[in-house]
């Protein structure tokens, strides 16, 4: 079974995959919990239960360094391409040819850069190319995971990524190396799926999603600290939170202080995004739960000035890459 049939399978029957890579849209939950509470009868009535898909949609998207252009992911049956265009503009510029499974993640690009997972080989490896030259080199050449999620550190002198076990998807680590590939370590220890890793601007803490209990939530690392400790930061035993990205320095509304943005609610079916301070869990909230709507996987611009997240209709299949502000009052579709 390739994931992109995963993919486009039913979401509420799914119990067990291989080589998955959108896990977001795998877990449930029942009410919210502290700040979220009132909520929950929302959520609940919203609930949609997915249909096979096979036409275009979109899977990821990011922000290059300038913050001019916007990478992602399309797909279309079984194919899947990366591309780069203008945030802009329509012109597109293919990254990937090869009709893979080629994926991509916020802040998998740096500068001229660019990191993403794909199975050509038969397994998935992490490739490096340049915007100029999209000849493909495996990054790391490690044989014994698969591995997904590619993003750099702020300022692009290590990469952080998730190593599925190939012997169970159900169980992966959160490693690092060096931009160039060397000094490759697994900075996690626990015996649980994580995904999404994410570098704070100070390089001094990895974030990441780990499903516990059937639920997704926010742990993190502090690599000055070396002791491969995986910290709470937001878990709960009936709600989801997922997808974080942690801002660049110029993002943060207050200089110096760590400033996170992930989906919070119910992944798969209604979730709200929020940004918060981790040394406070002070939240605000930039897209609030919809009766209409499910939105996932926000990227942040590194000025902070432009956020873009994927949105379909409840009751639809395709999804389509939004903007908008950390104050999430203008929205504008990108792809049509």
Not at 133 to 148: A, E, I, R
Not at 157 to 167: E, G, K, T, W
Request: charged residues 20%; neutral net charge.
């Amino acid at each position: 079974m390739t994931l992109i049939s995963l993919i486009i399978s039913k979401i509420e029957n799914i119990k067990k995959f291989k080589y998955a890579y959108i896990l977001i849209l795998l877990a449930a939950a029942a009410v919210i919990s502290s700040g979220l509470s009132g909520c929950s009868s929302q959520i609940e009535g919203t609930k949609t239960e997915e249909k096979a898909y096979t036409g275009v949609s979109y899977v990821d998207a990011g922000i290059t360094t300038s913050g001019v252009s916007m990478y992602f992911t399309r797909m279309k049956g079984s194919d899947s391409n990366i591309f780069l265009r203008d945030i802009a503009g329509t012109a597109e510029t293919a990254l990937t040819y090869d009709s893979n499974e080629n994926m991509c993640v916020r802040g998998c690009s740096f500068g001229s850069d660019f990191l993403y997972s794909s199975n050509k080989s038969g397994a998935f490896r992490v490739y490096k190319i340049t915007f100029e030259n999209t000849t493909p080199v495996d990054l790391l050449g490690n044989p014994s995971y698969d591995f997904l999620d590619a993003a750099y550190s702020k300022n692009g002198q290590f990469v952080v990524l998730s190593a599925i076990d190939r012997a169970d998807a159900n169980y992966s680590q959160i490693c690092m190396a060096d931009a160039n590939g060397e000094n490759f370590k697994i900075i996690t220890s626990t015996e649980t799926l994580k995904r999404k890793p994410t570098v704070s601007a100070d390089n001094n803490f990895v974030m990441f999603q780990k499903k516990v209990n059937g639920y997704w939530g926010l742990y993190y690392v502090d690599l000055s600290a070396g002791d491969k400790v995986e910290k709470e930061y937001l878990a709960e035993s009936n709600m989801d939170a997922y997808d974080p990205e942690f801002m660049a320095s110029n993002a943060q509304s207050v200089s110096g202080v760590e400033e996170v943005i992930y989906m919070h609610g119910r992944a798969g079916s209604s979730a709200r995004m929020e940004r918060a301070y981790p040394s406070t869990k002070a939240i605000g909230v930039i897209r609030d739960f919809s009766s209409y709507y499910y939105f996932s996987q926000p990227a942040v611009s590194n000025d902070g000035k432009t956020i873009l997240f994927l949105q379909r209709t409840l009751n639809g299949s395709r999804f389509d890459i939004w903007k908008t502000s950390k104050t999430g009052v203008t929205l504008t579709q990108l792809t049509k």
